[in-house]
T-cell receptor
Framework: DVKVTQSSRYLVKRTGEKVFLECVQD?????MFWYRQDPGLGLRLIYF???????EKGDIPEGYSVSREKKERFSLILESASTNQTSMYLC?????????????FGPGTRLTVT | GQNIDQPTEMTATEGAIVQINCTYQ??????LFWYQQHAGEAPTFLSY????GLEEKGRFSSFLSRSKGYSYLLLKELQMKDSASYLC?????????????FGAGTRLAVHP
């Protein structure tokens, strides 16, 4: 079974704090993704990575950065958290060999910025 | 631009059949996914269609018409546990990469 884990289920941070969200997958997948999910808007892609040390901007990268130093780990960083970054954050991974485009999701981190 | 539309909410009765529609306008179409997401949980894969037609998997079926930019998810013999959000997502090839573009999701409530 593919397992994608995220470091926290719930997180409360103050405006201006630097926030790290960690994601780890155990299936040796090349591809990893960060989304945020907001009511009425669905999942929106923030950043993705197709290889170690590689990153690409998604549709809403402003205010975020990412790091992928190891294949199994993909971190999302909020340099200076703001209240409009209160959201559910979902990490996902998928194989990179073309065998499948299915993305496997982690349980999500509900972040509240006060 | 890229656009995916699906109804916001639907209700249905236990044991019945429900069809959730999804229409899309995207470039670089490379297939369409349906995911199920229970409240507070991760989305889980239901189906993937890349060719026109119907794919059946137990109580769930998914249909795709690429020429019409249309898909539906059919749920038969509804059970209470099918109450969840159903996410339509298009796999779009752009800029050398494949990316999933999600609709806002359809919240399905199954009642006795």
């Amino acid at each position: 079974d593919v397992k994608v884990t995220q470091s926290s289920r719930y997180l409360v941070k103050r405006t201006g704090e630097k926030v790290f969200l960690e994601c780890v997958q155990d299936m040796d997948h090349e591809n990893m993704f960060w989304y945020r999910q907001d009511p009425g808007l669905g999942l929106r892609l923030i950043y993705f990575s197709y290889d170690v040390k590689m990153k690409e901007k998604g549709d809403i990268p402003e205010g975020y950065s990412v790091s992928r130093e190891k294949k199994e780990r993909f971190s999302l960083i909020l340099e200076s958290a703001s209240t409009n970054q209160t959201s559910m954050y979902l990490c996902a991974s998928s194989p990179g060999d073309g065998s499948s485009y299915e993305q496997y999701f982690g349980p999500g981190t509900r972040l509240t910025v006060t | 631009g890229q656009n995916i539309d699906q109804p916001t909410e639907m209700t249905a009765t236990e044991g019945a059949i429900v069809q959730i529609n999804c229409t899309y306008q995207t470039s670089g179409f490379n297939g369409l996914f349906w995911y199920q997401q229970h409240a507070g949980e991760a989305p889980t894969f239901l189906s993937y269609n890349v060719l026109d037609g119907l794919e059946e998997k137990g109580r769930f079926s998914s249909f795709l018409s690429r020429s019409k930019g249309y898909s539906y998810l059919l749920l038969k013999e509804l059970q209470m546990k099918d109450s969840a959000s159903y996410l339509c997502a298009v796999l779009s090839h752009s800029g050398g990469y494949n990316k999933l573009i999600f609709g806002a999701g359809t919240r399905l409530a199954v009642h006795p």
